[in-house]
């Protein structure tokens, strides 16, 4: 039996967000990460696992859509540019997406700091600038 179109991205999409926050067996990623790039790309509220508040609902100057900024290069990558208008309004599916890229960006880099700054910069990216973003993202990903 082959399954359509519509259902295989649902089916993606959910599993992604029931597995995007293990990149192994015990290793989460950690909210900061989460509230922090949210924060700091549209100065919106993420606490206790949900986006409390969507602000800023603008596009970046490269395109970038959601909550979390997301590039449509990275989409591209995801294999999921289809779903960046879906992307702009969901901001569950946004979430799910940014996910996935934060995981390749940690199992490339082996430590969050460095897979925040791929996240901003890409794989090679200006260095400066990301680790710059980092800790932007983690400053602000920690206030209470």
Excluded: K
Excluded at 86 to 115: F, K, Q
């Amino acid at each position: 039996m082959r399954l359509s179109h519509p259902f295989l991205i649902a089916a993606l999409a959910a599993a992604t967000v029931i597995n995007a926050s293990e990149v192994g067996p015990h290793v989460p990623i950690p909210d900061w990460v989460i509230a922090g790039i949210a924060a700091v790309e549209t100065g919106s509220t993420y606490r206790s696992g949900e986006l409390v508040l969507y602000r800023n609902r603008r596009d970046g100057a490269d395109g970038e859509v959601g909550p979390w900024q997301i590039s449509p290069s990275v989409l591209q990558d995801l294999g999921v540019s289809h779903l960046l208008e879906r992307i702009r309004s969901e901001p569950v599916l946004a979430e799910s997406m940014t996910r996935a890229w934060l995981l390749r960006c940690y199992r490339r880099a082996g430590d969050w700091n460095v897979a925040v700054a791929i996240y901003h910069t890409g794989p090679a990216g200006d260095h400066r600038r990301g680790r710059d973003y980092a800790e932007r993202v983690f400053a602000v990903g920690n206030l209470p």
